[in-house]
């Protein structure tokens, strides 16, 4: 049974950092590409980053220099290190697999199967 639970949510001040923590189970991480959502109130979801199976990373414009999207094979586990956060930044954060190489299409919520259930970050002073 594949899961994904994301951890690390919390309240924070601007220009404050979290490290979101998605432990992942029941599916090969060497085929699967890895991505991290976000859900404002009353907006859209959408994509934050995206990690391969092979390392490589990907952003949305938003987030590019702030954010940094890291994985440990050993423990299974993906992390979304989040620095010099904003008001902007408050959301909910779903953690998100998706079978195949690669992050192509990463900022579709399409391309993925399984969706974790979400932690909330609030930016707020």
């Known amino acids: 049974q594949v899961q994904l639970v994301e951890s690390g949510g919390g309240l924070v001040r601007p220009g404050g950092s979290l490290r979101l923590s998605c432990a992942a189970s029941?599916?090969?991480?060497?085929?699967?590409?890895i991505g991290w959502f976000r859900q404002a109130p009353g907006k859209e979801r959408e994509g934050v980053a995206c990690i391969s199976s092979d390392g490589d990373t990907y952003y949305a414009d938003s987030v590019k220099g702030r954010f940094t999207m890291s994985s440990d094979s050993a423990s299974h586990t993906m992390f979304l290190q989040m620095n010099s956060l904003k008001p902007d930044d408050t959301a909910i954060y779903y953690c998100?697999?998706?079978?195949?190489?690669?992050?192509?299409?990463?900022?579709?919520?399409?391309?993925?199967?399984?969706w974790g259930q979400g932690t909330q970050v609030t930016v707020s002073s």
């Open positions: 998100t697999g998706g079978t195949g190489y690669g992050c192509h299409n990463w900022s579709f919520r399409y391309r993925y199967e399984h």
């Open positions: 029941g599916f090969r991480l060497d085929y699967y590409a």
